[in-house]
């Protein structure tokens, strides 16, 4: 089945540490992208990329950090530098003219 | 003043009734329009996309979009309490790299 798998599904963070999220498509999209939900608040964009090996900073990259270096995935690392990582993060792909764009499940990241 | 803007609600329409909900954003040059539901703690899903002035219908959901007046909406006809879910406008701007902004989603309760 096509389709975007976001992983893990729940994530604990200790203060100080590093986390990565993972993100892969085979839906064949060029781009794919990262938000932030935060309780009863829209989606904001972390970063995205439209190709790979290249990747544009969102609204709130600050504190996070991508790589992409296949077409299928987008890995996300929520760095040390995030003071307040708590939050949804969700993964999406869409082709290139962004006629249609897909979520995966999403990952529940909290800081313990 | 926000790229997309959606009034975050909670609106309650009877079950049987029309649900109105209205997006407005702030590119003149946007082309291409989307409305997602998410259901609580899930991620969310394309339920319409639209690209031309006018009204395009899908089953009981018609999405219609004013690109003069800046303004997109969406209707449900016969509203059904699994119709229940938090909707977002999204946006894909044209100016620069493009990417999919969200606005922060209009929480629906529909009541039996």
């Known amino acids: 089945d096509g389709g975007i798998t976001q992983s893990p599904k729940y994530l604990f963070r200790k203060e100080g540490q590093n986390v990565t999220l993972s993100c892969e498509q085979n839906?064949?999209?060029?781009?794919m992208y990262w938000y932030r939900q935060d309780p009863g608040q829209g989606l904001r964009l972390i970063y995205y990329?439209?190709?790979?090996?290249?990747?544009q900073k969102g609204d709130i990259a600050e504190g996070y950090s991508v790589s992409r270096e296949k077409k299928e995935s987008f890995p996300l690392t929520v760095t040390s530098a995030q003071k307040n990582p708590t939050a949804f993060y969700l993964c999406?792909?869409?082709?290139?003219?962004?006629?249609?764009?897909?979520f995966g499940q999403g990952t529940r990241l909290t800081v313990v | 003043q926000k790229e997309v803007e959606q009034n975050s609600g909670p609106l309650s329409v009877p079950e049987g009734a029309i649900a109105s909900l209205n997006c407005t954003y702030s590119?003149?040059?946007?082309?291409?329009f989307f409305w997602y539901r998410q259901y609580s703690g899930k991620s969310p899903e394309l339920i319409m996309s639209?690209?031309?002035?006018g009204d395009k219908e899908d089953g009981r959901f018609t999405a219609q979009l004013n690109k003069a007046s800046q303004y997109v909406s969406l209707l449900i006809r016969d509203s059904q309490p699994s119709d229940s879910a938090t909707y977002l406008c999204?946006?894909?701007?044209?100016?620069?790299?493009?990417?999919?902004?969200f606005g922060q989603g209009t929480r629906l309760t529909i009541n039996p």
């Open positions: 999406a792909s869409s082709n290139r003219d962004i006629i249609s764009a897909f």
């Open positions: 839906l064949n999209h060029d781009a």
């Open positions: 990329s439209q190709i790979v090996n290249d990747f």
């Open positions: 590119d003149r040059g946007s082309q291409s």
């Open positions: 639209i690209y031309s002035n």
């Open positions: 999204a946006v894909k701007k044209n100016q620069g790299a493009q990417k999919l902004v």
